[in-house]
């Protein structure tokens, strides 16, 4: 081991945290302690969470927004309540700006379908075109494509250079005057990048076009603000930001929630039906169709005041000292290729890496039998490695709970690798 630690700074009390997540606790594998390093994937639960979500099915279990009895008063205070939470959470100028999905998936596909069935003037058809990146998430490429294939509209994207950045190089050409929408990733999911996010919108600002931004793996680690973020649409999910699984988030400007269509039809979605013609409600109730993901919400109404305790200033700046370390010792392994950025800056807590020619798979599963948890594969973002010409990588993530230790323990696991491998 290097000196790496000793110019670690701005630490959280990761002891007094981890007693917050039992999980933490597990051992695997004949008494080995867990070292989870997969929170880009989904990250662990504090108590706080379970608690909400048990209290909320012991005494609170009834369906939202129709009865008159207490305890449906009372889930509907609950779940509506998480909606402040979220609200106040993202700097939302109004809480009916903010929908409720069962994941980021679901806000994209959302986002994509009320474009595909708009009118003038937001209305995606054959003569615009949509602008992605080939860094995204499959969720943020996907339904960009099946939207394309319907209405014949032209999909173009920003590349990646070899360190891992958007290359914007020719971002004029890109965003023309007749792109609709620019939907990008906020920070890799498989790389870590940031984004330039200014400059992009500047420019589809610029040529009218709408801005999305997948912002799920930016919500559980840095400060979100969509005002001053200035885009037209923000997804993320809860389970990535010790909240259950089942619940996402879509915020999305008034105006332009109040025009679009909906994109699910059902109960609670409606104003008034006939066997002719309905009327819908406004948002954001417009986009819940049917019985929405209530527990799930209070849940993450819990991690949200989990995380604002704590502080997502604090957060943040505990995950740059430890991905800054991290980075200095995954260096230091031989043969050990990290793709994207090698540097600690303008990059969030993941990082991707292969490790000369032994295959990801491989080497998690070595790393799994001393009780070491890291992501391998292609992450939902093949065309990352088809860019770097690799079948996967091995991606450790990290989050609040995590410490220095257990970056030692990777980088030690990983020797450990090397010598299996040979």
């Known amino acids: 081991m290097t000196d790496a630690r000793q110019g670690l700074s701005g630490l959280l009390d990761t002891e007094a945290i981890r007693k917050d997540f039992p999980i933490l606790d597990r051992t695997v ?10 929170s880009a994937a989904t990250s662990q639960k504090p108590r706080q969470v379970l608690d909400a979500l048990s209290a909320y099915y012991e005494r609170h279990n009834a369906n939202v927004h129709r009865g008159v009895y207490t305890i449906a008063e009372e889930a509907t205070a609950l779940y509506e309540g998480a ?3 979220v609200a106040a959470f993202i700097n939302a100028p109004s809480r009916n700006e903010v929908i409720f999905t069962k994941n980021a998936s679901e806000s994209l596909n959302l986002v994509a379908n009320m474009l595909g069935w708009a009118d003038e003037p937001y209305r995606v058809d054959s003569d615009t075109e949509i602008v992605t990146t080939e860094m995204e998430h499959h969720s943020n490429i996907v339904p960009w494509q099946l939207l394309s294939q319907r209405t014949g509209a032209k999909l173009k994207w920003f590349g990646i250079t070899d360190d891992g950045r958007l290359d914007l190089s020719n971002i004029d050409e890109i965003i023309t005057e007749k792109t609709k929408i620019v939907s990008f990733t906020l920070v890799s999911n498989i790389m870590g990048t940031i984004n330039p996010v200014e400059k992009i919108i500047r420019r589809a600002q610029q040529v009218g076009a709408l801005v999305c931004i997948d912002a799920s793996q930016a919500a559980p680690h840095m400060v979100l603000d969509v005002q001053a973020l200035q885009a037209d649409f923000v997804a993320f999910t809860g389970h990535k930001m010790v909240g259950p699984t089942g619940i996402g988030v879509l915020w999305g400007r008034h105006e332009l929630l109040e025009d679009l269509p909906p994109f699910l039809g059902g109960g609670e979605m409606i104003e008034t039906v006939s066997m002719h013609s309905s009327t819908y409600a406004p948002a954001p109730h417009k986009f819940e169709a049917g ?38 010792r995954l260096l230091e392994v031989p043969d050990l290729r990290i793709i994207g950025p090698a540097t600690a800056e303008d990059r969030g807590a ?20 001393q009780g070491i948890a890291v992501r391998v594969g292609h992450h939902c973002a093949r065309p990352v490695c088809l860019r770097y010409g690799i079948p996967a990588t091995t991606r450790a993530s990290f989050y609040l709970y995590s410490t220095p230790a257990e970056v030692d323990a990777l980088v030690d696991g990983l020797e450990h690798v090397r010598n299996f491998f040979g």
């Open 29 to 38: 594998h004949d008494g080995k302690k867990i070292v989870y390093l997969d």
């Open 350 to 369: 993941t990082i991707s890496f292969t490790l000369g020619d032994i295959h990801p798979h491989d080497v998690g599963q070595v790393l799994d039998e």
């Open 83 to 85: 909606r402040d939470k």
């Open 291 to 328: 019985t929405p993901p209530i527990a799930q919400a209070v849940g993450l109404g819990a991690a949200v005041d989990y995380l604002t305790s704590i502080g997502m200033e604090n957060i943040h700046r505990h995950e740059e000292a430890i991905t800054r370390y991290a980075v200095q």
